[in-house]
């Protein structure tokens, strides 16, 4: 299930803020449409985005989607456990699966973004229509 | 994260759609056909095929009937195996070539008898194939589209046999490797078993009529629960394969890559007489192959896949398949590259969505099975 205590992208991220700092990773419907992921590469730490801009990839066996960030920010910690066995994004991508933190350039951003009951009205609607 | 598009409509369906559904199978739109990609999961079916067994619906595979007393010339004509070395209930692997030598398709031919053959080919590439073959065959021969009258189950993996053998009579598993036969009942059904497969294991095709579908494919699923059997997906059916190093048309063969380059020379036998793709092929062997599909490991991070660009110190080439080995638990794939860079331990690079990524020239196939 979608936890509520994140915001969704129409992209598939999710983002969970913390004071200043968002944690940032792919939702578990992502993970199930990409199936099991064996690689996942990362931007390193102090690289500055904007929203939507991509920051890596995420490869299954079948198939490569590239990631984009939710918010603006300045990465301050990337996940190399995720990097190191990238199989625990599909075991648990709300938690231990996430993948970089940024330091929020600010928090208009965040605002602009998906409720858990949106996004699972987004996601049955992209189901059916496309 | 960027989505796969959705399924388009009025897509295909095989006997064992149904079945697919009931167990779960994601489906993906597989050359006009609705297939099943996977079920449990690629790694998972995968190594029920290395270690136990797994079945695939291979059911979108097209069949055409060459039959006549002048089959056994048609088919010398338009293929470059010598179809005159097959023996009653023998295959060999062979193709349909354009006159550059290029593939139309690469397939299967069965002799029935001298005057009965039955070609098996790939799905999405039936209506062009039976074309191919109808309009260019010469003589009392008659060419048949008969896709419609099988359903096909691919039984793989080292406990095929085992499985196999106690739903089956007579039992089909003393059939030799590329043999087959059509006195064998199935679970109650009639069928024709070869000893073929698509995987690198040891392993069975069973091709049946549509409507026993169902009741082979329960019925092997439900005997081999003791021997751990999967469904399996055309997700595995691509690893398993890429790691036998089994060409896949569309990805590593097409009407752009002769045989030779293809590494498939052994399909071709100049000596037995003409045959479309004869001269073209003799002439690029004669001047010298200039291009070869090899395998290839990565040195650095990152799945090399189907098209993308490769660098070498003699020239560009094009990565035709790429793929996480579940196996050897590292990226793998094949590559065409120009005949200079396609020994085994040259280093090339791939363009990686932009990142210069190395990898090397391997010896393949990269996963064989270990001897009985």
Known sequence: ?130 | MGAPAAAAAALKRTPLYGIHRELGARMVDFGSWEMPVQYAGILEEHRAVRECVGLFDVSHMGELDVVGPGALAALQALTPNDVAKLADGRIHYSAFLTERGTFVDDLLVYRRSADSYLVVVNASNTPKDFEWARSRARGDVRVADVSSDYALIAVQGPKAAALLSRVSSPDPTDLPYYGFREDTTVCGARTLVSRTGYTGEDGFEVYCRPEDAERIFHGLLDEGRADGVAPCGLGARDTLRLEAKMALYGNDIDDTVTAYEADLGWIVKPSKGDFTGREALLAQKAAGVPRKLVGFEMSDRGIARHGYAAKTAVGPGVVTSGTHSPTLGKPIGLALLPAGAATVGTEFEVDIRGRAAGARVVPTPFYKRPSP
């Open chain 1, 1 to 130: 299930m979608n936890p509520d205590d994140v915001k969704y992208t129409s992209s598939h991220e999710w983002v969970r803020v913390d004071g200043e700092v968002g944690t940032i990773g792919i939702t578990d419907h992502a993970q199930k449409q990409l199936g099991e992921i064996v690689y996942l590469e990362l931007p390193e730490v102090g690289h500055v985005y904007n929203a939507n801009e991509e920051f890596g990839t995420v490869e299954s066996v079948k198939a490569v989607s590239e990631l984009f960030t939710p918010v603006a920010g300045e990465v301050v910690e990337v996940n190399k456990g995720a990097v190191g066995e990238p199989g625990i994004i599909n075991d648990d991508p709300f938690g231990d699966g996430w993948l970089v933190k940024l330091k929020l350039s600010s928090d208009e951003d965040v605002a602009s973004l998906m409720s858990a009951e949106d996004y699972e009205k987004y996601v049955k609607e992209e189901e059916h229509g496309a």
